[in-house]
């Protein structure tokens, strides 16, 4: 989850992507990318293609399905980065960055994936609850952060994963009349399946097909995941003031609570936007906001007596240390069933890889987005084998499979930059839009609160890529399991929960380039200073040509949000993956060359990620999905 701490400006100069032109910087030079910039004895290999390995234009169709290239290709690239994955955050200069990054995260992850176990836990009749969420979700960072080798993609429990099980519990249940227990097996089978479509997607190396997810697909995906977590966070507010009638204290106290969390982390994160208070200081009151949010705003609930306290608002339900929620032990017994269901299993787990395929590699695409200057390389094909292993054992366990997380893996990579701030007009940087005379960022209207004539200037100038704070979460997470910590968990009001969907949802949806680009259709577009709406620009864009685009992302936003809401939700990662032919087939028949570089570029194509999946010394501009059409016309 990230509230645009900062602005959208790297220190080489070179603006990045930002809302004003939705043009991409140009990639890092293939030979300025080292290894570890962090380790004292950083590595000095180029991300040139290993010995016998083929650029993507070089591959025949034997050698891109050769059995393991990838996987192999994966661990060789990263493995002599390993041990500085460990020292790198240990070093005095990262030390701070990596502790803030700790507490952040842990309860940007924990919370959400509680929300959504309450969601899980009435839609399934109490068969998931806390500790399965716990579990699940130390099951991934630990192994993530231990063998994976992007350690910076979180792993965890989605909004996804949760209308995958319950629409399967609903099918199984409801119609078929399976009991929980059953219900398990059915859902073991089908976590087994889809582990080994995992285990075969990524020994023949179809994750180098990632290369084509560019921004058309993952702002649209973006945005279905912030309305999936809004309409959630709406649906627990309902459920507070049931079954007593519309006008109850509980409910509206639950309402209370949830907006007013919103409102706080909210606007602890505009305070590190802004000029206010040391630079230091507001950057760790931004990352804080939502530990800060969590811990007052639990404590307000509890209130003394005479006062809120007289309220009989719900809180979350806790269980037994370290036990399942139902009767059973942890390992599900999946061979007590008919063989049919087995077989059922396979379509299901075909679903769900389709899911994890697309979920999971968008976000570690956007985890190692052009914004952030990651350098170690990123490794597509191994990591989705890991996957496929806590997919299987979460089939195994009985726990909601854990997947990678949008927004919070981006979100992840951005606790872990460091940031300086520097001041406008400095001629090392050159003019900036603020810097213009009497400009006022778009971001802070006049009588806002915060209203700041000239924002500062926030640069983001390296990424600490390591191990150890993925580590850690994932102890801390198991440590929630503990008896003193489950009852810190049980005094938390479900009302809470509801502001957590609510703030991570609009905090995908506010800056999503689809709502920005809308609105630019209805802009005056000569408001505006040349500097905006210079050649090259979506700001220069003709306004057909832009809404022809939008419509396409609306279409598909609109058709996998209507399939959401029916028995047939289980089938939405096939519309989402439709998105990849479109943007490769079609786009480039109604789009030039120059109009998609504009328009849509891919979410990340710096040497160290683009290394993984076809790695390709190309100019400025590389258009990856134009190319391939190119190709094929």
Known sequence: MKFDLFSNNDCSGQPMKSVYDGGAAAPPDAQTMRGSSESSTAHSTTFAPLPGERTWSQRSFWYQFLPFRGMLNDVRRRAPYYWSDWTDAFLPKNYLTVVLSVVRIFFINLMPALAYVLDMNERTDGTYSVNEAI????????????????????????????????????IFNGKH?????????????????????????????????????????????????????????????????????????????????????????????????????????????????????????????????????????????????????????????????????????????FLVTLLFYFDHNVSSVMAQARKFHVRKPAGFHWDFFLLGVTT???????????????????????????????SYGDEEHGPTHASIPGYTPHFSPAGSLLHITHLPRICNTRVVEQRASHFVIGLLTVGAMTRPLLVVLGLMPRALFAGVFLLVGWASIESNPILTRTLLQF?????????????????????????????????????????????????????IILMIPCRVYVLPRLFSREELETLDAPTADAPAVMASIGFEESGPGHDPATESWEKTA
């Open 523 to 575: 802009q005056d577009r000569s408001s505006l200073p040349p500097s905006v709406r210079r050649p090259g620009t979506v700001y220069a864009m003709p306004r057909p040509k832009l809404a022809l685009f939008v419509a396409f992302q609306w279409l598909f936003f609109g058709m996998t949000i209507a399939i959401s809401q029916t028995i047939a939700g289980i089938g939405f990662p096939v519309i």
């Open 392 to 422: 299987f054992v979460s089939g195994i366990l009985g726990l909601p499979a854990p997947n990678g997380l949008v927004p919070q893996a981006p979100d992840h990579t951005d606790s872990l930059s460091v940031y300086k701030q520097e």
């Open 135 to 170: 579990l699940a979700s130390a099951l991934a960072a630990v192994v993530f952060s231990l063998f994976s080798v992007q350690p910076l993609t979180f792993v965890g429990i989605t909004g996804l994963t949760n209308l995958m099980n319950y629409t399967v519990y609903d």
């Open 177 to 349: 009349g399976l009991d929980r227990h059953a219900y398990l097996r059915v859902q073991c089978w089908s976590l087994i399946w889809a582990a080994g479509f995992h285990f075969l997607i990524a020994i023949l190396n179809v994750c180098d097909f990632t290369r084509f997810i560019t921004d058309m697909t993952s702002d649209t995906f973006g945005l279905y995941v912030g309305v999936i977590y809004v309409q959630k966070g709406i649906e627990l507010l309902i459920r507070e003031f049931s079954p007593a009638p519309l006008d109850n204290s509980t409910g509206w106290l639950s309402v209370t609570i949830a907006v007013l969390f919103c409102v706080t982390v909210y606007f602890l994160g505009q305070v590190g936007a802004s000029s206010y208070l040391p630079f230091p200081l507001r950057r760790m009151l931004g990352a804080m906001a939502f530990p800060i949010g969590c811990v007052f705003w639990t404590g307000f609930s509890h209130f003394p007596h005479y006062s809120l306290q007289l309220v009989p608002i719900q809180r979350l339900p806790i269980t037994k240390s370290f036990f399942p929620t139902l009767d059973r032990g942890w390992v599900v017994d999946f061979w007590n069933i008919e063989l049919k269901y087995v077989f059922i299993g396979a379509p299901l787990g």
